[in-house]
Structures are given as C-alpha cells and as structure tokens.
C-alpha cells in the first residue's frame, strides 16, 4: 500500500512554471511507476505523464511534450512534474499515481493508487 500527496499547484500566468512534488509513504516507492493525470471541470481525468521504477523511461502525452517533464527522486519517495509554458488550457486539478511494478502507461485503470489532487490555475 502506498498514500500520495500532492503539493506545488497555484495560480500562474500564461507562460509561466510551476512544479508539482508527489510525496509517496511507504518502503516500496522504487517498485512503482508512477503517472500524472490531470481532470478540468466537466472534463474527464486525462493522462499527462509517467516514468518508470527507475526513472529510465517517461511517457508524455502529445499536448505537454517539450513543455512538461516528470522526474523522480526514490531515496525522497517523490516524483515530480515540471511545467513549463503553461498555458490556461492547462487549468486542472493534477493527481499522481502509482502503478505497481508498472511501465509508465498512460492508462488510468492500471494506476491503483491516486492521491487527492492539487489545483493548477494558468490565467490568460
């Protein structure tokens, strides 16, 4: 079993950054792969980016490559989403997740723990 929170969401301008931390409990954090989903209101929760147990591999969906990039730190039990050139499209509660000895895909359902989501509000 693993908990995850979220923190690093806030209000930013159009173009500007922001990075996301995911803090995981538990001994086994290196086992899991790990995603960030994002859901806007009325929306549903869309994938935007994974990486592997080790950090040897990441997956990005089309619409934040060259933009954003996921990273993680094992001996911290955190991963971590930098957002650059963010733009107001990008407003959306983003969640981290874990996927047990998972590859870093992009579906939702395998992803058997979420946390509670923090809010990223890009303005025009």
């Known amino acids: 079993q693993v908990q995850l929170v979220e923190s690093g969401g806030g209000l930013v301008q159009a173009g500007g950054s922001l990075r996301l931390s995911c803090a995981a409990s538990?001994?086994?954090?290196?086992?899991?792969?790990m995603g960030w989903f994002r859901q806007a209101p009325g929306k549903e929760r869309e994938f935007v980016a994974a990486?592997?147990?080790?950090?040897?591999?990441?997956n990005y969906a089309d619409s934040v490559k060259g933009r954003f990039t996921v990273s993680r730190d094992n001996a911290k039990n955190s991963v971590y989403l930098q957002m650059n050139s963010l733009k107001p499209e990008d407003t959306a509660v983003y969640y981290c997740?874990?996927?047990?000895?998972?590859?870093?895909?992009?579906?939702?359902?395998?992803?058997?723990?979420w946390g509670q989501g923090t809010q990223v509000t890009v303005s025009s």
């Open positions: 538990g001994r086994t954090f290196s086992s899991y792969a």
């Open positions: 990486i592997s147990w080790s950090g040897g591999s990441a």
């Open positions: 997740a874990a996927d047990y000895l998972g590859r870093a895909v992009p579906e939702r359902w395998r992803y058997e723990h």
